[in-house]
């Protein structure tokens, strides 16, 4: 979320509200003991996506680092 967030702040932020989000969503579920062996977890099961998101803007600043310096 560091490396996104210095390119893209805005961008960066929402993935991570979001992936926090997700990830209480999933341990809550995770541990509910009305649900049997851990089923609500899939409430939370959206996490890699803003995970995914906020790799993917790091790897395009790398990429545009990269470009800047020996282009």
């Known amino acids: 979320m560091l490396i996104a967030g210095l390119e893209y702040p ?13 990830r209480v969503l999933y341990a809550v579920g995770y541990t509910d003991s009305s649900k ?4 609500g977890r899939f409430y939370g099961g959206l996490w890699p996506l803003p995970q995914f998101g906020l790799v993917a803007l790091a790897g395009k600043v790398g990429w545009d680092l990269w470009n ?3 282009a």
Not at 36 to 39: A, F, M, N, Q, T
């Open 10 to 22: 805005r961008a960066a932020a929402i993935m991570g509200g979001l992936w926090s989000v997700f």
């Open 36 to 39: 049997k062996e851990g089923k």
């Open 68 to 70: 800047a310096h020996y």
